[in-house]
């Protein structure tokens, strides 16, 4: 019976360890993508660039933070398949997921900034960023709760962003530096919340 015990105990820690590598992904993939905004917003802070600087930097960006991330999966693949747990990815979330975020660049940078709610230009495009990145998250959100459970960790990282969308539209100066921050505080709040869910995880 007493072996029964502490073999129970030791797979418990093990799925906690397990657990809590997963939420340390969850916070390297918002922390990849922060870094990717904050060092745009810092080079374009600096320099004087053309528009067709977006054109390189944002693909050159996504090649290398999916790249980071995904050596990062790959080593929670093999942790998963030490413990007898393989953590797996579903085919058909990756392809919500890629569509939620196609959606919401088509949303957030072609439909809303087109129709002039702010009361300028740059207020405008402050909406159709903050609208992007609320609703592509949140729609990747969706995909996560239907195929491997809801993570509320994620919940910050949309919802900041709405919530700062009737501020960006009354905004005259600075809304898209404005939108940046939100964005930024969102992502960085949900990566401090999967960190604390990992640390209660390992504590188990």
Do not use: C
Not at 36 to 63: C, E, H, K, R, S
Not at 113 to 137: D, T
Not at 171 to 195: C, H, I, N, Q, R
């Amino acid at each position: 019976m007493e072996d029964v015990r502490e073999l129970k105990t030791v797979l418990e820690r093990v799925e906690g360890k397990l657990i809590a590598a997963g939420k340390m992904y969850g916070a390297m993939n918002f922390g990849a993508w922060l870094s990717v905004m904050l060092l745009y917003y810092a080079i374009i802070g600096v320099f004087d660039l053309p528009w067709q600087f977006n054109l390189i930097y944002w693909p050159a960006a996504f090649v290398v933070a999916m790249g980071f991330t995904g050596r990062v999966w790959k080593r929670l693949q093999k942790l998963g398949r030490v413990t007898g747990r393989e953590a797996e990815a579903s085919t058909l979330g990756g392809i919500l997921v890629a569509l939620s975020w196609i959606t919401g660049i088509i949303l957030g940078w072609g439909i809303v900034p087109r129709m002039h709610l702010g009361v300028n230009a740059e207020a405008s495009l402050a909406m159709g960023f903050l609208s992007f990145i609320a609703f592509s998250v949140f729609a990747m959100w969706l995909v996560f709760a239907k195929y491997g459970g809801a993570e509320r960790e994620i919940i910050p990282a949309f919802l900041i962003p709405a919530i700062g969308i009737p501020v960006a539209m009354r905004m005259e100066t600075g809304a898209m530096a404005w939108a940046g921050f939100v964005v930024g505080l969102g992502f960085t709040l949900t990566v401090m919340w999967y960190l604390h869910s990992a640390f209660r995880a390992i504590e188990r």
